[in-house]
């Protein structure tokens, strides 16, 4: 019996053999959980944050640039103490903050780094630096923060901030994780996907302490990161700053443009705020703090308020009748005060004194002409059919949509279809009389200022114009900013058109904008006064100069100023001198509009 | 003079090369496991564990030398007396030695220190062989059976003082010894039918499905068997008492020392704590898994290297070899092993004596439970216990007492045609 034993001995061992193979297999072989696991135990990513690109003016001046800041890192394994008091002072927290700090820490991981103090100023840095060495388990992690030279076009600029949850579940890119800075809202965020770069990379092993151990397989995985492509803004910084000055303690827009390409020199909405006040440490506090203000200094008034359009709308409507040739530059109409009000002037009047006066009973007896052209029998139907004909006109001057502008949550304004009002009255059961507000710019309709500033550089130009933007070039490359700001779009009304139109608006400052007119400067502008049901109307005007040779377009709006010769087209005839000569020849009109009173 | 008879092509060479071999790749693994990248220490150099392994290795060729040249009887001879001075140093440690996580293991000076309980199993075989050689002892009478586990169990007591339960768990390997010198088999199917039942009462979560499975069993077995009175009350008793060993074993894992419960827990759920107990067997596991079919190569893995397996030199040294030399590398390993365990069975059996194949079977019985479960504990397939990889881990006391065992034996072996047949 015992012969056999042996062979049992045997046989046993190779089936302990091939049992440890057999298992050796399945964890080795068949599974893979343990190579991650592994990496995850050893390898760590670190990522290295991309150089976000840099914002310059159009004359190359520096509008935003980044500023290193230095958040403290813990790891609470490694972390002692020592005397507290020195401690707390050194860094400047109080007992509760270190212990819910470390507490935080704790909780995220005894053994991984995670941020203890977040984004310490230059200075603070500066004094705990050579400390740093006496507290194991803290190190400095350098980030950087946005950082503005002159505290100017906060709205145009918009700001950065951490990534929501929202906006990660949105990203289908991928490229964002959690903790990312991301831009919110202006060209940060129209031009993020330029300006945030490439993220890079670095693998580097761990010991079990979390002890760096070098790169990963010498680095052979790292990425370098790529920094981001800078902007080269069409804002003119100093009638930028300029602007800023002249609407310090009011609130209303200003839009700058040149009419031949469309870039936007100035974008002013007040009230403002200083944009370093929305970066770093402070972010949240200030954020909050702006937010919660009745004057609303985050709003971006250039493109999300929307105003009727007022007398500066008759403009558009003179165009549309001398294009569709209802009106030639010798209709005349009397100012019949019993159709709408209107202020005392010459009448009858022909088409140029009726801009030159602002003449309402004019446009309420051209815009019938050109709604009821007798198209169809029926009154009903013939409004209809006119309103929509004129709807398509009034939209080709970038008026009832959104422009396009690069900058996010623009507002389109409106300009109402036949659609609105069957909605409203029923279908045949409106006709010009129910809509003839529109004539003089009232009523439904709703513009914005950027829009407002895209007129006037129509009517420089004669009849088209670029989709007005912020951006001059990329990395100094013109040809790299989005096609559709290289694209001229006409707005179907012949240029000979404009002649009497330009002239009727030099002619019109003598009237209604005196304050407005310069020496050696030809200004064409019109006056508009936004109704305000809620209280003193809004002050409106847009310009353009020198009427011959065309180099700015202008729209400012200046809200409970009352009439639009005052504050606005005192503005804009500074912010038109000043971009012109680089100098103000009239101290008492900008002392006039610094001091801001404006109803009296 | 016989001694000059003795033939150096009489050795077996197969077994030293396979020693050698295994002790080669033990050394680089020790150096793997405790090179930085960072430093980059040479394998030689005595601040780092490989530089002191190899201090280690040419001692124990010194006393391979020593063993090769004495004479074959000597061990014969000295049996019992080494056996005595072990017991006494045994029962000395706990006064003399130094206390590290709680157990006296090592005596000696200074830097110089010894295991007794390493050197304790090549006395307890050289006793146990001593002791068995006469031709009338019979391991399937009662008397011899007690006799034998006496011997065994006198350092088995002593070391579980120290307290040491992984190598005196090693002294159970006897059995192995046991079973080729004929103790019945009733024994062995015993044993593993308790073991069996054991460890399905631990790894299911409801006994009652375990004492369900028994009560059908035992059904089965006596509708099949002669349905006598005296065989249904048997298998009745049998089954009352497997239900009820179901039921006690919870009970006495509960009296276990915390630690060793916690060992055992684990193996059936590495995940229960996987930052506490679970470390171990988890780190471990992640380092041999994460090696592949051929490994990450040599020197570059990351998990035995950057001390996520603790004891990685020692006890863990296998972690090592897994991550960096992958599936592949432990089949060479394992087959080393099964190839000298099996080399050694053949070798027994060829031996003319009684004193030198129960030597030899002893020899076999050791490195086999070191191999099967300092391996198993690795891979999560036993629970972790406190033995060396034999030739392989770090550590002088380990590697001598596992020379001295196997060159013993292999002396035996090379002067076997000097002796007289006396096969009992």
Known sequence: ?600 | MREKDININRVDWITVMIYFVLVMIGWFNIYAAVYDGQVNKSIFDTSINSGIQLVWIGTAIAIIIVIMAADYRLFENLAIPIYLVMLVLLLLTPFLGKEVNGQILTIGFGSFRIQPGEFAKFATALALAKFMERPTFDLSKTKYQLQAFGVLLLPIVLIILQPDTGTAMVYFSMLIMFYREGLPQKFYVLGIGIIAIALLALGIENNLYLAGAIVVIVAILIMMGKKTPQQIIAFSVIGIALIAFTYSLDFVVSKLPEHQQNRIMVLFNPDLDPLGVGWNVTQSKIAIGSGGLAGKGYLQGTQTKFDFVPEQHTDFIFCTLGEEFGWLGSFVVISLFVAMITRLVLMAERQKNRFNRIYGYCVISILMFHFMINIAMTIGLFPVVGIPLPFFSYGGSSLWSFTILLFVFIKMDSARALQLGRMG
Request: with cysteine; net charge neutral.
């Open chain 1, 1 to 600: 019996m015992n012969d056999q034993r042996p062979v049992v001995i045997i046989i046993f061992v190779f089936l302990i053999g091939l049992v440890l193979l057999t298992k050796l297999f399945m964890i080795q072989v068949m599974d893979d959980s343990f190579i991650r696991k592994a990496e995850r135990n050893a390898i760590q990513r670190v990522v290295d944050h991309p150089y976000r690109g840099l914002v310059y003016d159009r004359n190359g001046k520096l509008l935003v640039y980044n500023n290193p800041i230095f958040d403290l890192m813990i790891v609470p394994k490694e972390f002692e103490v020592g005397d507290t008091t020195r401690f707390l002072n050194l860094f400047g927290i109080t007992k509760e903050h270190l212990i819910e700090s470390y507490q935080a820490a704790r909780k995220y991981s005894y053994v991984k780094p995670s941020t203890f103090i977040k984004q310490i100023s230059t200075n603070d840095f500066a004094k705990i630096q050579d400390f740093l060495i006496d507290y194991p388990g803290l190190f400095i992690m350098t980030r950087s923060v946005r950082s503005y030279p002159e505290p100017v076009a906060s709205h145009a600029l918009g700001y950065i901030g951490e990534i929501s949850g929202r906006q990660l579940e949105l990203d289908s890119s991928g490229y964002y994780v959690q903790g990312d800075y991301v831009g919110l809202s202006g060209m940060e965020r129209f031009y993020e996907d330029e300006m945030r770069g490439k993220k890079g990379v670095k693998y580097k092993m761990v010991n079990v302490r979390g002890i760096d151990k070098g790169p990963f397989k010498d680095g052979e995985y790292d990425t370098a990161s790529v920094a981001g492509h800078n902007i080269n803004s069409s804002i003119d910084m100093e009638l930028q700053k300029y602007g800023e000055l002249l609407m310090q303690g009011k609130t209303g827009s200003v839009v700058a443009i040149e009419p031949k390409t469309g870039e936007i020199l100035s974008m002013i909405s007040a009230p403002f705020y200083d944009p370093n006040s929305l970066t770093g440490a402070e972010f949240s506090k200030s954020y909050r703090a702006l937010n919660s203000l009745e004057t609303k200094p985050l709003f971006n008034r250039p493109i999300m308020a929307t105003y009727p359009p007022g007398s500066i709308f008759k403009i558009v409507q003179s165009l549309i009748g001398l294009q569709e040739g209802i009106l030639t530059p010798e209709t005349t109409f009397a100012c019949n005060k019993s159709l709408v009000a209107c202020h005392n002037h010459p009448s009858p009047v022909n088409l140029f004194g009726a801009i030159r006066n602002s003449c309402n009973p004019y446009y309420h007896q051209a815009f019938r002409q050109i709604i009821n052209q007798e198209v169809s029998s029926n009154t009903y139907k013939d409004t209809e059919i006119g309103l929509n004909a004129w709807r398509d006109r009034v939209l080709k001057f970038g008026l009832g949509g959104k422009l396009g502008v690069d900058m996010p949550n623009e507002k389109g304004g409106d300009v109402p279809s036949s659609k609105y009002y069957d909605h409203f009255y029923g279908n045949g059961r409106w006709k010009y009389s129910t809509i003839y507000s529109l004539s003089i710019g009232q009523g439904e309709l709703l513009v914005t200022p950027l829009q407002m500033a895209n007129l006037a550089a129509i009517f420089a130009n004669k009849g088209y114009y670029y989709t007005p933007h912020l951006v001059k070039a990329i990395d100094g490359d013109k040809s790299r900013i989005p096609q559709e700001y290289l694209t001229k779009h006409q707005v179907g009304v012949d240029a000979h058109h404009f002649d009497m139109v330009q002239d009727a608006m030099v002619q019109a400052l003598y009237g209604t904008a005196q304050r407005a007119i310069m020496k050696d400067i030809q200004i064409a502008g019109k006056t508009g006064t936004a109704q305000n049901p809620h209280g003193e109307d809004h002050s409106v005007f847009i310009a353009f100069a020198p009427k011959d040779n065309p180099q700015i377009a202008i729209a400012v709006y200046v809200e409970n100023a009352g009439w639009g010769g005052r504050a606005a087209a005192s503005t804009a005839s500074l912010m038109i001198e000043k971009y012109l000569k680089d100098s103000i020849s009239r101290p008492d009109l900008e002392k006039y509009v610094i001091t801001g009173n404006f109803i009296y």
